[in-house]
């Protein structure tokens, strides 16, 4: 399963969901998707999202059973 800091890292922004789609080109439900894990961005998406977030995919994005607290 695909782990996110994508909340994380929005809130850090003071970015709601609806200002984050905005930046990637997605609808805010996608982005609430992404952030409960129900959703995996293709790889055009989750750069875009590193990208508005100021942060590199992998630090964004890791598969479960990777260590989080090395994030």
């Known amino acids: 399963m ?7 890292l ?11 789609g905005k930046r990637v080109d997605v609808t805010r439900q996608t982005i609430a998707f992404i ?3 129900e ?5 055009t998406l989750a750069l875009k999202l590193a990208q508005a977030l100021q942060t590199k995919v992998d ?7 990777e260590d ?4």
């Open 35 to 37: 952030e409960k894990g």
């Open 59 to 65: 630090e964004l994005f890791w598969l479960e059973g």
């Open 2 to 8: 695909l782990r996110n800091r994508v909340k994380e």
């Open 10 to 20: 929005r809130a850090r922004h003071s970015y709601t969901q609806s200002d984050l």
């Open 68 to 71: 989080e607290n090395e994030k």
């Open 39 to 43: 959703f995996s961005p293709s790889i």
